[in-house]
């Protein structure tokens, strides 16, 4: 079965610094992609940033990086910069490709950004 | 584009009551689902679509029904409240893509559901 797990439930950064919030998965799927979302406090759901099984090179938008070792089943953000508007909470997100592809996402039980000024 | 709408953001019920939390996209889109969030556990899968007139289960479906009449709504239906099902309820949809898997999902505001 699938699986998202974050081990950070929370996390302190200081204004413009970067700082990497952890993500291991599992899958005995080949294809499959990974999401991060962000939950501000007001709780609407962000889409940030998407890498797919088949990539060859990690993901970027912005100021957020996607550090994805496939070998390791992880696939860490890392927010570059950090700024105030950054504290949220942050999802990590599986969904299966292919054929597979149902629109049903796995979600890890999150991890709450505090970015300190 | 109103994109991915809920209604209504908050509801108290008692137990026992039905209601029917309501969702509506406006972007063709063919999956949608339904989550629900509890503190320190996520977003849990509770029902989704893949296109109108198929539904299924995801892994916390007790309590709740859905069905999908049209592509643009998929309603998910509290059958007989719980102070359990208190909780977050979040609409998702995203377009169908068995190649290109980057097709976000988008949300909606979420529905707070307090049952007492």
């Known amino acids: 079965a699938q699986k998202i797990t974050q081990t950070q439930p929370g996390m302190f950064v200081q204004e413009k610094e970067a700082v990497t919030l952890d993500c291991t998965y599992d899958?005995?799927?080949?294809?499959?992609?990974l999401f991060w979302y962000k939950q501000p406090s007001s709780g609407e759901m962000i889409f940030l940033i998407y890498?797919?099984?088949?990539?060859?090179q990690n993901a970027t938008e912005g100021r957020y990086s996607l550090n994805f070792q496939k070998a390791r089943k992880s696939a860490n953000l890392v927010i570059s910069a950090s700024q105030l508007g950054d504290s949220a909470m942050y999802f990590c997100?599986?969904?299966?490709?292919?054929?597979?592809?149902?629109?049903?996402?796995?979600f890890g039980q999150g991890t709450t950004l505090q970015v300190k000024p | 584009n109103a994109g991915v709408t809920q209604t209504p953001k908050f509801q108290v019920l008692k137990t026992g009551q039905s209601m029917t939390l309501q969702c509506a996209q406006d972007?063709?889109?063919?999956?949608m689902s339904w989550y629900r969030q509890d503190p320190g556990m996520g977003l849990r899968l509770i029902h989704y679509?893949?296109?109108?007139?198929?539904?299924d289960q995801g892994e916390v479906p007790n309590g709740y029904n859905v069905s999908r009449s049209t592509t643009e709504d998929f309603p998910l239906r509290l059958l007989s409240a719980a102070p359990s099902q208190t909780s977050v309820y979040f609409c998702?949809?995203?377009?169908?893509?068995?190649?290109?898997?980057?097709?976000?999902?988008?949300f909606g505001q979420g529905t707070r559901l307090t049952v007492v």
């Open positions: 998702a949809s995203s377009y169908a893509d068995t190649i290109l898997m980057n097709t976000e999902a988008f």
């Open positions: 899958t005995s799927d080949p294809s499959y992609g």
């Open positions: 890498q797919g099984s088949y990539d060859q």
């Open positions: 997100a599986m969904r299966e490709g292919g054929s597979g592809n149902t629109g049903k996402l796995i």
């Open positions: 972007m063709n889109h063919e999956y």
């Open positions: 679509s893949v296109g109108a007139g198929i539904t």
